[in-house]
């Protein structure tokens, strides 16, 4: 058997799956429950032995938030697990399972959940884009995950879309996620981001403004990853795509809008399918690729 685990600062979800990847069983705590690291992979170890049933499981991926030193299994210093710096988690939970543990990029696995079980099926060239408090992102080229010569490929958050623009938390300016990130658009308007995507539905003139141009900075990004990696698709989640309806007219004009990217090789732009699974999902599919 397999298990994908996504590890959240809010919540931990747990799935097991066949050996074709297929689910037969999923559950959930909330992560601030748990505390620490190690109370995290007991807890997962225990839950997987008690809904294993009689198979064994043999390979386990960890989606976790960046940054991740991917070789060793390590989380280095995630921004939403404050005090879980430089944990050794694959060799913490490989202990806990005697399972081989592979430790990856939340929202690489969110992408790969995607395509092979949501909005992406059925192409080969893909961008997954998470786009929530930050702006975060997977790449899928000819039908396999990229994730580059240093395992960091994705990071659509910190694509420089105004240079001097906002000094954002990883030290460059005007980065797409400093510009339209859920949080940075909370400190700009001093409220939450759903208050503000709410605001915006209801009809108020200035949300309405904020929610537009932080859509059509999102466009902005969709052109240059086309003229970069000419996917087929785009698919995208996060909280903000909840506001589907305000956010994708403008990215999709600001797409159109470049007479660069004639019609017959724009792509498509879809609201993602698995919602809060996704993440689960795609860590199952990468411990079944590399079980």
């Not at 959930?28 to 009689?54: Q, S, Y």
């Not at 592979?102 to 909005?119: I, K, T």
């Not at 396999?144 to 300016?173: F, S, W, Y």
């Amino acid at each position: 058997m397999l298990a994908g685990i996504d590890l959240g600062g809010t919540q931990v979800r747990v799935a097991l799956a066949r050996s074709d990847g297929r689910l037969i069983a999923s559950f959930k705590t909330k992560t601030p429950l748990l505390r620490t690291p190690e109370r995290m992979v007991e807890w997962a170890a225990e839950e997987i032995e008690r809904h294993r049933r009689r198979e064994k499981v043999t390979s386990i991926t960890i989606a976790a938030p960046g940054p991740i030193d991917i070789k060793k299994g390590v989380l280095v210093n995630p921004p939403n697990l404050p005090g879980w710096r430089n944990v050794p988690l694959a060799d913490l939970l490989r202990r806990a399972t005697g399972a081989r543990v592979h430790v990856a990029n939340d929202a690489d696995m969110a992408g790969l959940g995607e395509f092979h079980r949501g909005a992406g099926q059925g192409t080969r060239n893909m961008v997954y884009i998470t786009w929530s408090t930050g702006v975060g992102g997977g790449l899928i080229i000819d039908g396999k995950l990229h994730r580059g010569a240093h395992g960091t490929a994705g990071e659509v958050g910190h694509m420089i879309i105004d240079p001097d623009g906002p000094l954002d938390n990883c030290g460059q300016r005007g980065c797409l996620e400093a510009m339209a990130g859920g949080a940075s658009l909370a400190r700009e308007t001093g409220h939450p981001a759903s208050e503000l995507f709410k605001a915006a539905a209801s009809g108020d003139a200035h949300a309405r403004e904020v929610v537009e141009r932080a859509a059509r900075y999102m466009g902005l990004a969709l052109i240059s990853l086309t003229n970069a990696l000419d996917p087929e698709l785009f698919v995208m989640g996060g909280g903000v795509t909840r506001s589907w309806g305000l956010v994708q007219p403008t990215m999709l004009d600001t797409l159109k809008s470049s007479p660069f990217i004639k019609p017959g090789r724009r792509p498509r732009l879809l609201r993602a399918r698995l919602g809060d699974r996704a993440g689960q999902v795609g860590a199952v599919e990468w411990a079944r690729i590399n079980q």
